[in-house]
T-cell receptor
Framework: NAGVTQTPKFQVLKTGQSMTLQCAQD?????MSWYRQDPGMGLRLIHY???????DQGEVPNGYNVSRSTTEDFPLRLLSAAPSQTSVYFC??????????FGPGTRLTVL | QQQVKQSPQSLIVQKGGISIINCAYE??????FPWYQQFPGKGPALLIA?????SEKKEGRFTISFNKSAKQFSLHIMDSQPGDSATYFC???????????FGTGTRLTVIP
């Protein structure tokens, strides 16, 4: 099993550009989520999904969209990138129990 | 507002020493308290977790101590090793929910 995979690993955007961060898992997990990690702030939940077709907002959803058309994939879309969205983004999945499995992260810089 | 407060922000320990990281919370609906370990350039990975029906859980050199009345829990790393150098996050989850609330992290450095 590949676990949770994320692409790209690194990305540089200009203010106003849009992009999609990809996340996929091959563990048949129902629950998937996106976090951003910023220095001194820990991990903050952006959006999450409890199954295909179901998504909801986390602590910091503004500026981000998600969709969940399949169990495996949970892409995160930045509609109009801002410098405040410079961060490391992590996708995670779980069976709905305790342990969440994290991907390797995407480091995003918005100029 | 940070739902889980973590301290210290950074910690330097000699090899063989004890590392202690503390977390506190206010939400009495939290019923699951995991600790995650993160190495540079990697995603966090579950290290150890506890539920409030026990006061302590030990796995190898790692121990969680839990004080329900004080709403505090801590991670103790015994015989700390240079390979333990990483960032540690405490977290908490409400009953019946999937979402985790994370602390701000502690960067641990173990000096040989």
């Amino acid at each position: 099993n590949a676990g949770v995979t994320q692409t790209p690993k690194f990305q540089v955007l200009k203010t106003g550009q849009s992009m999609t961060l990809q996340c996929a898992q091959d563990m048949n997990h129902e629950y998937m989520s996106w976090y951003r990690q910023d220095p001194g702030m820990g991990l903050r939940l952006i959006h999450y999904s409890v199954g295909a077709g179901i998504t909801d907002q986390g602590e910091v959803p503004n500026g981000y969209n998600v969709s969940r058309s399949t169990t495996e994939d949970f892409p995160l879309r930045l509609l109009s990138a801002a410098p405040s969205q410079t961060s490391v983004y992590f996708c995670a999945s779980s069976r709905g129990g305790d342990e969440q499995f994290f991907g390797p992260g995407t480091r995003l810089t918005v100029l | 507002q940070q739902q889980v407060k973590q301290s210290p922000q950074s910690l330097i320990v000699q090899k063989g020493g004890i590392s202690i990281i503390n977390c506190a919370y206010e939400n009495t609906a939290f019923d699951y308290f995991p600790w995650y370990q993160q190495f540079p350039g990697k995603g966090p990975a579950l290290l150890i977790a506890i539920r409030p029906d026990v006061s302590e859980k030990k796995e190898g050199r790692f121990t969680i101590s839990f004080n329900k009345s004080a709403k505090q829990f801590s991670l103790h790393i015994m015989d700390s090793q240079p390979g333990d150098s990483a960032t540690y996050f405490c977290a908490a989850r409400e009953t019946g929910a999937n979402n985790l609330f994370f602390g701000t992290g502690t960067r641990l450095t173990v000096i040989p």
